[in-house]
Structure formats: structure tokens, C-alpha cells
């Protein structure tokens, strides 16, 4: 893929955002979104993991956020996966 075609996917994903009627969930609590950031027993890192994933669940831009994460190799949640579940789609 190349840098084009990922800035692409990038400004098509913040169009979508910026579409949705009250806006992503994620924008609300962004910490929740990056449990590697977070100190604190596995539980408690489990837990944060848990909350964001339910956010997304509920987005309508879900598709197009988890496509962008995947492909951009991004750290935290995005599109209801962490960073370890992608890199382990990619394979
Ligand atoms: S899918 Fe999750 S991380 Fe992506 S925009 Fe929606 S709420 Fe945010």
C-alpha cells in the first residue's frame, strides 16, 4: 500500500466521522482507547479494553476505522480491535 492510498483511506475515515450525528464515541473518552498508555494490573487493562470495544461496537464507522487501523499498522483501538488482534489478522 502505498503512502497515497493510505492518506487516502485516512481523510475518508475523518469524513465519515465528522458525519456522524453527534459525533464517534471514541471521541468522548480517548484514553479508553489506548490501554497501552494505561498502568495498572491486566484486569484493570482488560476492563478499559472491554468499554472501548463496546463504544465501537455501536459506531457506524466501525468498518471504516478497523480498514485504516489494519492497514496503518496505528497502536490503541480502532474499529473494535487492538493492535495485537490486528497484527495477528495481518499474519
Ligand atoms: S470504531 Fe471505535 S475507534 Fe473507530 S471511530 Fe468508531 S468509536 Fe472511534
Known amino acids: 500500500m502505498t ?13 465519515a466521522v465528522r458525519n456522524v450525528p453527534g459525533g464517534v464515541g ?5 484514553t479508553l482507547f489506548f490501554p497501552e498508555d494505561l498502568v495498572g494490573s491486566y484486569h484493570d ?6 468499554q472501548a470495544k463496546a463504544i465501537c461496537a455501536e459506531c457506524p464507522v466501525k468498518l471504516r476505522c478497523f480498514d485504516y487501523a489494519l492497514s496503518a499498522h ?3 483501538i480502532w474499529g473494535g480491535t ?3 488482534e490486528r497484527q495477528k489478522l495481518r499474519g
Open 3 to 15: 503512502f497515497r492510498h493510505l492518506e487516502r483511506k485516512y481523510i475518508e475515515l475523518q469524513e
Open 26 to 30: 471514541c471521541a468522548n473518552d480517548p
Open 45 to 50: 487493562r482488560k476492563d478499559v479494553i472491554t
Open 74 to 76: 496505528m497502536v490503541g
Open 82 to 84: 487492538t493492535a495485537e
